[in-house]
């Protein structure tokens, strides 16, 4: 498959999409912050927008990356709302982020893997599958 210039090939994650933010499709929303807290660029955030599109609510959309957080061992004290589900995908952007990652998973690679399968676990408990089913290819988290 080829990549759009919405997507990016990361070590362990080959087509990931942008956040929202920047264009990205709903796969992107493995990049979002945690709902309910005042975000820096509000202005550009798409989160709130795509949840409503794919049929989730923001409870819902927490509760799984806080179970997914948990069944992956990816909380830590350092990162923002103290889970890597909510960070973001840039190179050395966030110094606690990178910290975390560090002592948690262990490299970037792994990070952009895992970072892979909590947006198929997302589109998969989407409830408005007809908006992500053509997303759920496996070439799109490989």
Partial sequence: MARTKFERKLQGWQNAPVPPCSGGDYRGLTWCCKPGYPLMNA????????????????????AIKEDFSKKNGLY?????????????????GCSMRDAAIEETIGS?????????????????????QDKVNHLLNPENFQ
């Fill in 76 to 92: 830590s004290e350092s990162p923002c709302f103290k889970s890597l589900t909510y960070c973001c995908m840039h190179r050395n």
């Fill in 43 to 62: 202005g550009a955030c798409l989160r709130d927008e795509y949840l409503t599109e794919i049929g989730m609510s923001q409870k819902q959309f927490i």
């Fill in 108 to 128: 970037l690679e792994d990070y952009y893997r895992i970072k892979s399968q909590l947006s198929k676990e997302i589109l998969e408990k989407a409830p408005r």
